[in-house]
């Protein structure tokens, strides 16, 4: 199993580990310390030895920060993870705070007293990060405090190991474009702005330029590496060498120097030390990285990581492999549906339905020869209330049945070599109240209008995110996340910088993987999102129109819960969008099941409804 159902949580230590760190205020001249879920990479999937702020506060969503003072203990979330946090969280030391709304900068402004010192790592903070806290703590007469060491990791003594996953190769058949034209292009755009060098500190975006995958962190297939590139094309890799065997030694020497992680610093100074001009993305750059650009006397020049917009736009090939992989994903989907409706309701638990969902993948990925790697992240599969729980994780501790009655939101990912799948579907368990089938309808035509929707070029996803909340807004209701998220190619399944939501600023382009994933959840009731991947292209030509447009093209293939439609609350065109998709994926899906039972099961999930 890729998956593991222990709980990390550990709310009954929080207590003395909060007071553990506090003991150090006065040594270390500060009146609070921010402890990010982010580690020294500024992952957002983190290995064992990062997991601070679970470690801390028995926490283990994926985003989120904890502020210590002297007298109050915050956990910054978004709205994905309210419900979980208090769950898991001692709520005597613990409270709850807005990462959206009233994030550690805007707080600190508002309630820290004057002369506020804030403690931080700057491993662990990008630099865009601390210049908002720096302000916030200014406007109060108070002052950052760069430590030079940090004092949770001082109470960690039993902190596991880092991770020493092996490094592959990403083969050019998979990433469509060699990694020294990379490089080249890279250089060219460096020289163009004069800029003498850049700094490469996120890892997916080494594993990107490099054609290398690794395996150091849960279900995000990177090796924690940094990477200098220079104006000339030259290019230095920060990597432990015992990740890379025979084959990746190969591929990478011809490539780039190697050099162990430590000496990054040492290896900045050299090509700083002449007042060199060096691009840093300060978003995802620790600040201790620019500090040894500065303390060498170099320039840094913030700016966008160089590898980050070509990366997220997907090559012919990628998105071929994408493509691909996401049929092979449907047959295994469509296999776990078929297995999962034919259970006695309340026979099941969440562990099985998860367990279930990653052995098909794994047989259905040895019978097409393309291996499942792993998942692209840990599933949700959540029954009930715990469906309310936009980003709930099954652990031993919280599993219960699926009964009848209920319905079951079951969100996950595979990664493949060949590509990153990401797929949610809410099932009806027996017959589910009217007002579950409703609220599903909605989100459904949210889910249809981004599907469907056409647009002009220099569209963000902004201006395309109120497509998806328009019938749950006329219905009083709405969604606290984002209404999709960018997907990487055999890499991270939350990519950047494309994205759908309210703050979604960068324009969509034709190549860009995103996730299309409304949703509604009714607290200690139950959830419902319906997800599906898409990606960018150019919209054919509508005769008499004025200009050329951008649409979307599905690249998920599985069957939606005709039970919990009504057909009523659809239009003709939604209601012709959804049977035409239920035909594609019968069509793509059909012949390569072999069972004749799962076969006629997707023959009778995917029959048109008639309105």
Same mark, same amino acid.
Request: overall charge negative.
């Given at each position: 199993?890729?998956?593991?159902?222990?709980?990390?949580?550990?709310?009954?230590?929080?207590?003395?580990?909060?007071?553990?760190?506090?003991?150090?205020?006065?040594?270390?001249?500060?009146?609070?310390?921010?402890?990010?879920?982010?580690?020294?990479?500024?992952?957002?999937?983190?290995?064992?030895?990062?997991?601070?702020?679970?470690?801390?506060?028995?926490?283990?969503?994926?985003?989120?920060?904890?502020?210590? !003072?002297? @007298?109050?203990?915050?956990?910054?979330?978004?709205?994905r993870y309210v419900t979980q946090l208090a769950e898991q969280v001692d709520g005597s030391?613990? !409270?709850?705070?807005?990462?959206? *709304?009233?994030?550690?900068?805007?707080?600190?402004?508002?309630?820290?007293?004057?002369?506020?010192?804030?403690?931080?790592?700057?491993?662990?903070?990008?630099?865009?990060?601390?210049?908002?806290?720096?302000?916030?703590?200014?406007?109060?007469g108070g002052t950052i405090v760069v430590l030079d060491e940090n004092p949770l990791d001082k109470t960690w003594t039993?902190?596991?190991?880092?991770?020493?996953?092996?490094? !592959?190769?990403?083969?050019?058949?998979?990433?469509?474009?060699?990694? *020294?034209?990379?490089?080249?292009?890279?250089?060219?755009?460096?020289?163009?702005?004069?800029?003498?060098?850049?700094?490469?500190?996120?890892?997916? @975006?080494?594993?990107?330029?490099?054609?290398?995958?690794?395996?150091?962190?849960?279900?995000?297939p990177h090796p924690l590496s940094r990477a200098l590139i220079t104006a000339d094309g030259k290019a230095e890799l920060f990597i432990d060498e015992r990740k890379l065997g025979a084959e990746a030694l190969g591929h990478l020497k011809p490539l780039a120097a190697l050099h162990a992680p430590a000496s990054l610093t040492a290896r900045i100074a050299v090509h700083a030390n002449d007042g060199?001009?060096?691009?840093?993305?300060?978003?995802?750059t620790?600040?201790?990285?620019?500090?040894?650009?500065?303390?060498?006397?170099? !320039?840094?020049?913030?700016?966008?990581?160089?590898?980050?917009?070509?990366?997220?736009?997907? *090559?012919?090939?990628?998105?071929?492999?994408?493509?691909?992989?996401?049929?092979?994903?449907?047959?295994?989907?469509?296999?776990?549906?078929a297995w999962l409706d034919r259970s006695q309701p309340g026979s099941l638990t969440e562990?099985?339905?998860?367990k279930a969902l990653e052995a098909a993948r794994a047989r259905v990925g040895q019978s097409m020869q393309n291996p499942l790697r792993d998942v692209s992240f840990d599933t949700i599969a959540g029954a009930g209330e715990h469906a309310a729980i936009m980003h709930y994780r099954v652990t031993s501790e919280s599993d219960r049945t699926i009964d009848d009655g209920e319905l079951f939101l079951i969100d996950s990912g595979a990664q493949y070599v060949n590509g990153t799948t990401d797929i949610t579907r809410t099932v009806a368990i027996g017959t589910v109240p009217e007002d579950r089938r409703r609220f599903f309808t909605l989100v459904l035509k949210g889910m249809i209008a981004i599907s469907t929707a056409r647009f002009p070029k220099g569209t963000r996803g902004c201006d395309l995110d109120p497509l998806a909340r328009i019938a749950l807004w006329k219905a009083g209701a709405d969604f606290a996340h984002g209404t999709g998220h960018g997907v990487g190619s055999y890499l991270s399944v939350h990519e950047g910088p494309q994205r759908i939501s309210r703050l979604a600023t960068q324009e969509l382009l034709p190549g860009m993987i995103l996730s299309n994933e409304p949703g509604y959840y009714r607290p200690g009731h139950y959830g419902i999102r319906i997800e599906n991947l898409i990606f960018v292209r150019e919209a054919e030509d509508v005769a008499g129109g004025d200009m050329a447009m951008r649409s979307f093209e599905t690249l998920t293939w599985c069957p939606i819960d005709r039970r919990l439609v009504v057909p009523a609350l659809l239009t003709a065109d939604e209601l012709e969008w959804l049977n035409a998709y239920h035909g594609t994926v019968r069509e793509k899906l059909s012949p390569l099941i072999?069972?004749?039972?799962?076969?006629?099961?997707?023959?009778?999930?995917?029959?048109?409804?008639?309105?």
């Open positions: 199993m890729f998956q593991s159902f222990d709980s990390t949580s550990t709310p009954q230590f929080g207590r003395e580990r909060v007071a553990a760190i506090r003991a150090r205020f006065d040594d270390l001249g500060i009146d609070g310390f921010l402890i990010p879920r982010a580690d020294e990479y500024q992952g957002e999937y983190v290995p064992k030895s990062a997991e601070r702020l679970s470690w801390l506060t028995g926490f283990t969503g994926s985003a989120g920060i904890a502020l210590i !003072t002297r @007298s109050t203990a915050i956990v910054f979330v978004d709205g030391v613990f !409270t709850g705070g807005d990462l959206v *709304n009233e994030p550690p900068h805007l707080w600190l402004a508002k309630h820290a007293p004057k002369g506020f010192r804030l403690g931080i790592d700057p491993w662990l903070h990008g630099g865009a990060e601390v210049k908002k806290l720096a302000k916030a703590v200014s406007e109060i039993d902190r596991p190991a880092e991770p020493m996953g092996a490094v !592959t190769v990403q083969q050019e058949a998979h990433a469509g474009k060699p990694a *020294n034209e990379k490089i080249a292009e890279i250089a060219a755009g460096l020289k163009a702005k004069d800029v003498s060098a850049a700094l490469i500190a996120d890892p997916s @975006s080494v594993a990107w330029i490099f054609n290398i995958r690794g395996a150091d962190v849960p279900h995000t060199a001009r060096i691009l840093v993305d300060p978003e995802l620790a600040l201790a990285l620019g500090h040894a650009i500065e303390a060498a006397g170099g !320039t840094v020049v913030e700016g966008p990581d160089p590898a980050r917009l070509p990366r997220a736009v997907k *090559n012919a090939v990628e998105l071929a492999g994408s493509a691909d992989a996401h049929v092979q994903d449907g047959v295994a989907m469509v296999d776990f549906l562990i099985q339905a998860v072999t069972d004749a039972a799962v076969k006629a099961w997707l023959e009778e999930a995917t029959a048109p409804i008639t309105a």
